[in-house]
């Protein structure tokens, strides 16, 4: 009996502590939406219910917001007939706090909604675009950062070439008390001089307590003497002084320093955090998805595992001391950075309460630590992988592959990979694909044509997962994308190296896609068992194709990126951009899409919702890019 009552009293502490711990990271409140992915652990979640699977399909557009930038676009000759003045897609997630929505705009804009009418309340230009087109993907932003103390409040956004911005949300205006004149110039403080045509911000900073940590994007393809470094730096709120810097590449005698050759700190670029970073704000900590080293496909000049590239690293946000890590490629050249925020997740697992990370990548893996204290929530295996071909590489002999979960979508690119609807098709592909380097997955590029599968796209890419916190569930959106790689190595040891490797897509046979369905697909694992509960094409793929009617194929999936994805309580909402345009909705629990809109312009964001007078309201970004697409934000409510 003794025994029993102890077992009883264990159960029920377990039982209470399991809400406690959940607490952490419940998603948004509801009325607001005040971080990137509603929550700073990225759950992508509300637990709005007043659109549900019974009205969704009543959904109609409650108001449309044109970006500010038009209006310059408009009366700015320059900016009007300058291609390079173009975003490269509007990929804006707004905000919205105390009753108001912010967002930023292509060209460097901030502006104030009325989140029930879409009316512009104040909008600021701190004219970023004068000096020049930014790194990368040029003129395109991902959003704001919020802080307030309970007093104060501030907006944070970086962008432009390059600085990060204080605004006072009341008054649309620089804070004058922030760095000089309410801006910092991001170029300072790295121990080199940077080349502003190749370094830039796309994607929002995090608050974390009184720090504002800044990540950075590069452009990749260049010469790795010249590629800035991807240090990840930590600003005081208030003051816009640097309080902390993180070597991403460490310096002499620095934890990691030696996985490098002895001067590769000097010269050695990249090793950034382009996409978005998670932090529990209880523990202190911020997560850092950082990414690949310069070039991406060859490092012969940075021979080792080279920490910190492509690791989780989670830091001390006040001191942005090292807490943990994991990396999870050794000497990447497969351009396998991690693509998205890390989900925070807490889980129990085999009985046991677990504040879990959770970081899905290009490859379709998704590592699952315990935050605290970077320990695998299941086993992670070093395994065997081919080596390389390339005079002057060494490449690891071993990669990491998690257990659990399982893959979200097929990697590696051999023979048994390529698409086989009928005896024909499957025999053209396989000479096309003949023509090709390729094999399993971190089979390293060769000198020649290579294929990398999947490619720099994903997979995974910067949209990230959603993470249900009351049924501890993870929904992954992937597309099947692929590269073709081309490597030109050095003819001897001692020639100068000037590797630049060309990456493009590569069609199959007849215009049809190469490898075999779907070729984008929805995800649904069960965190507490490391398990796929369900997985679904996004998209009917090439179905009408005339050469595979009378085939009777199901959905495939289209061959083209998605956007972000959105929890509530009973739907997940994602959407398709670039050719189809449209916004799907669907059941959480079976995968099913239940209702689809079609959109006027190309979608590339993640819609967000909140309650504003008694409404509820999802919101997400349209437009932009080559096509000259005006750049809106659409809102959709129930009439």
Not at 255 to 260: H, L, N, P, Q, R
């Amino acid at each position: 009996m003794k025994t029993q009552f102890l077992l009883f009293l264990c159960k029920l502490a377990l039982f209470c502590f399991i809400p406690a711990l959940a607490l952490g990271q419940q998603g948004s409140s509801g009325n607001e939406w005040a971080s990137y992915g509603g929550d700073s652990g990225h759950s992508k979640y509300s637990p709005l219910d007043q659109i549900n699977a019974d009205n969704v399909q009543r959904l109609e557009v409650a108001w449309t917001w044109n970006s500010v930038d038009e209006e310059i676009r408009r009366n700015n000759e320059i900016i009007r007939d300058r291609g390079s003045f173009r975003s490269y897609a509007y990929e804006v997630t707004p905000l919205v706090v105390n009753g108001v929505l912010y967002t930023t705009t292509s060209l460097g804009q901030i502006a104030a909604i009325d989140p029930a009418s879409g009316e512009t309340l104040w909008s600021f230009d701190p004219v970023l675009y004068v000096d020049g087109r930014p790194a990368v993907h040029g003129f395109m932003t991902r959003g704001l950062a919020y802080w307030t103390d309970g007093e104060q409040e501030r907006l944070y956004y970086a962008g432009g070439r390059t600085y990060l911005l204080a605004i006072d949300p009341a008054t649309g205006r620089l804070d004058p008390q922030f760095g000089r004149g309410g801006r910092v110039d991001l170029k300072r403080g790295l121990g080199r001089t940077i080349d502003p045509s190749l370094y830039a911000v796309s994607s929002p900073p995090i608050v974390v307590g009184d720090v504002v940590v800044v990540g950075s994007a590069m452009t990749e393809g260049t010469d790795f003497r010249e590629a800035p470094p991807g240090h990840v730096r930590g600003f005081n709120v208030h003051t816009g002084e640097t309080q902390w810097i993180f070597h991403t590449i460490p310096q002499p005698g620095e934890f990691g320093a030696d996985t490098w050759p002895q001067d590769a700190w000097r010269f050695t670029g990249g090793a950034n955090v382009w996409t978005m970073m998670s932090a529990d704000e209880e523990l202190g900590l911020v997560y850092l998805p950082v990414g690949t080293t310069v070039p991406d496909y060859y490092g012969g000049h940075r021979l080792g595992d080279n920490l910190f590239a492509n690791s989780l690293v989670a830091l001390n946000a006040e001191t942005g001391e090292r807490v943990w890590h994991y990396q999870m490629v050794h000497h990447s050249v497969w351009d396998y950075d991690p693509p998205a925020a890390p989900n925070l997740i807490d889980i129990v697992v085999d009985g046991q309460a677990i504040k879990a990370v959770a970081q899905i990548t290009k490859q379709g893996f998704t590592f699952v630590f315990d935050r605290v204290t970077g320990e695998p929530v299941w086993p992670i295996e070093e395994q065997a992988v081919p080596q390389s071909r390339v005079l002057g590489e060494i490449t690891s002999p071993t990669q990491p592959f998690p257990t659990k979960p399982p893959l979200f979508l097929a990697n590696g690119a051999t023979e048994d990979d390529l698409i086989d609807f009928t005896p024909e098709i499957k025999a053209e592909a396989l000479e096309i694909f003949q023509q090709y380097n390729s094999g399993p997955l971190y089979t390293p590029p060769a000198p020649g044509d290579n294929i990398i599968r999947p490619g720099w796209s994903g997979g995974a890419n910067w949209w990230g997962a959603a993470f249900d916190p009351e049924s501890q569930r993870l929904f992954v959106p992937s597309w099947a994308h692929f590269s073709t790689v081309n490597i030109n190595p050095p003819e001897t040891t001692d020639s100068d190296l000037t590797i630049r490797p060309r990456v493009r897509d590569l069609s199959g046979p007849r215009g049809l896609p190469l490898f075999k369905p779907p070729y984008s697909q929805l995800v649904a694992f069960d965190m507490n068992a490391g398990e796929k509960l369900w997985h679904v094409p996004v998209g009917e793929g090439p179905r009408d194709h005339a050469d595979l009617q009378g085939l009777e194929l199901p959905a495939l999936g289209n061959f083209e990126k998605l956007g972000g994805p959105l929890l509530t309580k009973s739907l997940l909402f994602i959407g398709q951009g670039f050719e189809t345009n449209r916004l799907g909705v669907y059941d959480k629990d079976s995968g099913e899409e239940i209702w689809w809109l079609q959109l006027p312009a190309r979608f590339h964001a993640t819609p967000i919702t909140y309650m504003a007078n008694g409404k509820q309201y999802i919101v997400f970004a349209l437009g932009g890019g080559a096509r000259g697409e005006p750049e809106q934000l659409m809102a959709l409510s129930l009439p």
